[in-house]
């Protein structure tokens, strides 16, 4: 009896024993089957590795930049140029700008009032750009286009929707439209280089009949599209009036959407920054330099008119503040600064230190009775930096002053196609 006992026994433990190995077993096939299948695709188990592997080394090959590859003159460089600029980069990744010749130019339009290197200056500091090619054709070539292509790896040329004629008639971009490597962007309305060298002889002209305080400025008939003298949209000179509509869009647009961060340095510059030039730029480019955030004061058209002259400023308020915004140097605006930075100013924007350059149309501020930085020079964060560039606005002015009749006759010629693109005009979707 108790050797069945024990056979029994012996029995239910080998049972128990294969029992439990089987259980351990099956359960270790399942995993390896659990692992396996959570690699799989449900819908193709045995080719779904194949395609992840080259799905994963695809993600893990950089993807190649679009290219794209935008020229101009960029004379006297304004807030239309640099929207231009936005949009053509909107278009890809990285943008390159040809920046034409000065001789170029003179062929093809006249004299240019900035020079090449000045030119440079100017497209070099606009934020949206990413390289600057000198001495570019006035019309794409053959050849030029080819070593775009095959150089520059450019992907695509931009242009705006307002047609490039050359002298002889023919289009300046129709060899990139047969390529089908050609995008068109809206044109900025309310601005042209040729526009401004109109204003600035007309202000010549009117400077001549009327130096009376009570004369109406310049700017004000321009920018504002009402003067009695040209009720029809283009003065004497073949300059359109401008029509600039400054909407609050266009402005975050221009903006870095950016604050300072808590412990950031804050630099103010003030001024009125019209027809802004290489000196503005190089001089902001300083400010910079000495800390993390450069906030720039723009001065109304009242204050700059009083301190500069009934016929001045020849770019309004808002013109002169997207210019300035465009600038890679610049991180943010106050637009219409007040003359005068008191310490509510200072304490407002946390102001670290306030500065203003060598060059300027007036540097007598300090002999004022009111010193326009009284303020921050007795709190010793007042400095005056060396400017780069003996450029102002005054001498963009006598530029044209001095070779007036071959301005005036380049805007003459640049008239008739100008006429021609505001009749001619539809609707061209884009901004």
Same mark, same amino acid.
């Given at each position: 009896?108790?050797?069945?006992?024990?056979?029994?026994?012996?029995?239910?433990?080998?049972?128990?024993?294969?029992?439990?190995?089987?259980?351990?077993?099956?359960?270790?096939?399942?995993?390896?089957?659990?692992?396996?299948?959570?690699?799989?695709?449900?819908?193709?188990?045995?080719?779904?590795?194949?395609?992840?592997?080259?799905?994963?080394?695809?993600?893990?090959?950089?993807?190649?930049?679009?290219?794209?590859?935008?020229?101009?003159?960029?004379? /006297?460089?304004?807030?239309?140029?640099?929207?231009?600029?936005?949009?053509?980069?909107?278009?890809?990744?990285?943008?390159?700008?040809?920046?034409?010749?000065?001789?170029?130019?003179?062929?093809?339009?006249?004299?240019?009032?900035?020079? %090449?290197?000045?030119? /440079?200056?100017?497209?070099?500091?606009?934020?949206?750009?990413?390289?600057?090619? !000198?001495?570019?054709?006035?019309?794409?070539?053959?050849?030029?286009?080819?070593?775009?292509?095959?150089?520059?790896?450019?992907?695509?040329?931009?242009?705006?929707?307002?047609?490039?004629?050359?002298?002889?008639?023919?289009?300046?971009?129709?060899?990139?439209?047969?390529?089908?490597?050609?995008?068109?962007?809206?044109?900025?309305?309310?601005?042209? !280089?040729?526009?401004?060298?109109?204003?600035?002889?007309?202000?010549?002209?009117?400077?001549?009949?009327?130096?009376?305080?009570?004369?109406?400025?310049?700017?004000?008939?321009?920018?504002?599209?009402?003067?009695?003298?040209?009720?029809?949209?283009?003065?004497?000179?073949?300059?359109?009036?401008?029509?600039?509509?400054?909407? !609050? #869009?266009?402005?975050?647009?221009?903006?870095?959407?950016?604050?300072?961060?808590?412990?950031?340095?804050?630099?103010?510059?003030?001024?009125?920054?019209?027809?802004?030039?290489?000196?503005?730029?190089?001089?902001?480019?300083?400010?910079?330099?000495?800390?993390?955030?450069?906030?720039?004061?723009?001065?109304?058209?009242?204050?700059?008119?009083?301190? #500069?002259?009934?016929?001045?400023?020849?770019?309004?308020?808002?013109?002169?503040? %997207?210019?300035?915004?465009?600038?890679?140097?610049?991180?943010?605006?106050?637009?219409?600064?007040?003359?005068?930075?008191?310490?509510? /100013?200072?304490?407002?924007?946390?102001?670290?230190?306030?500065?203003?350059?060598?060059?300027?149309?007036?540097?007598?501020?300090?002999?004022?009775?009111?010193?326009?930085?009284?303020?921050?020079?007795?709190?010793?964060?007042?400095?005056?930096?060396? !400017?780069?560039?003996?450029?102002?606005?005054?001498?963009?002015?006598?530029?044209?002053?001095?070779?007036?009749?071959?301005?005036?006759?380049?805007?003459?010629?640049?008239?008739?196609?100008?006429?021609?693109?505001?009749?001619?005009?539809?609707?061209?979707?884009?901004?």
């Amino acid at each position: 009896m108790s050797s069945v006992g024990g056979n029994e026994e012996r029995w239910s433990r080998l049972v128990a024993t294969c029992l439990v190995g089987g259980v351990v077993f099956g359960l270790s096939i399942w995993g390896l089957y659990a692992a396996a299948a959570a690699a799989q695709s449900p819908s193709s188990p045995r080719s779904w590795n194949i395609t992840s592997s080259f799905k994963n080394k695809k993600k893990s090959k950089k993807k190649k930049p679009i290219r794209v590859y935008m020229d101009g003159c960029f004379d /006297m460089m304004h807030y239309g140029h640099c929207n231009a600029l936005r949009q053509a980069r909107a278009l890809g990744d990285q943008l390159v700008v040809g920046v034409v010749s000065d001789a170029e130019i003179i062929a093809n339009k006249g004299p240019p009032v900035t020079p %090449l290197h000045e030119r /440079m200056i100017m497209v070099q500091a606009v934020k949206w750009v990413d390289e600057v090619i !000198s001495d570019a054709p006035y019309a794409i070539t053959e050849d030029f286009m080819k070593k775009l292509f095959e150089e520059y790896k450019i992907d695509y040329i931009i242009h705006g929707d307002d047609p490039c004629v050359l002298p002889d008639g023919t289009d300046a971009y129709a060899l990139a439209k047969k390529a089908g490597r050609y995008k068109q962007i809206k044109r900025t309305e309310g601005v042209s !280089s040729t526009d401004i060298v109109g204003r600035m002889l007309l202000c010549v002209r009117e400077r001549s009949v009327s130096d009376k305080p009570q004369h109406s400025s310049l700017q004000r008939q321009f920018s504002h599209g009402h003067s009695q003298k040209f009720e029809d949209g283009v003065s004497a000179g073949g300059t359109r009036v401008s029509h600039f509509l400054p909407t !609050s #869009r266009r402005i975050v647009q221009f903006s870095n959407g950016k604050g300072p961060g808590p412990d950031a340095r804050i630099i103010y510059i003030d001024g009125a920054f019209d027809l802004f030039h290489a000196g503005h730029v190089e001089i902001l480019r300083v400010a910079r330099g000495l800390g993390d955030f450069l906030l720039v004061g723009i001065h109304t058209d009242q204050t700059v008119s009083a301190k #500069r002259g009934a016929h001045r400023p020849i770019m309004n308020l808002h013109e002169r503040s %997207l210019s300035v915004l465009a600038c890679r140097y610049v991180d943010e605006v106050i637009i219409g600064a007040p003359w005068e930075i008191s310490k509510d /100013m200072i304490t407002t924007f946390n102001i670290f230190l306030v500065v203003h350059g060598t060059v300027a149309e007036s540097n007598d501020f300090q002999k004022e009775q009111d010193n326009p930085y009284a303020v921050p020079l007795s709190l010793g964060i007042f400095k005056v930096l060396e !400017s780069p560039l003996d450029i102002t606005t005054m001498t963009i002015i006598k530029r044209i002053v001095s070779n007036q009749e071959a301005y005036q006759k380049r805007n003459e010629k640049k008239a008739e196609s100008e006429r021609r693109y505001y009749e001619d005009k539809t609707y061209v979707s884009g901004d």
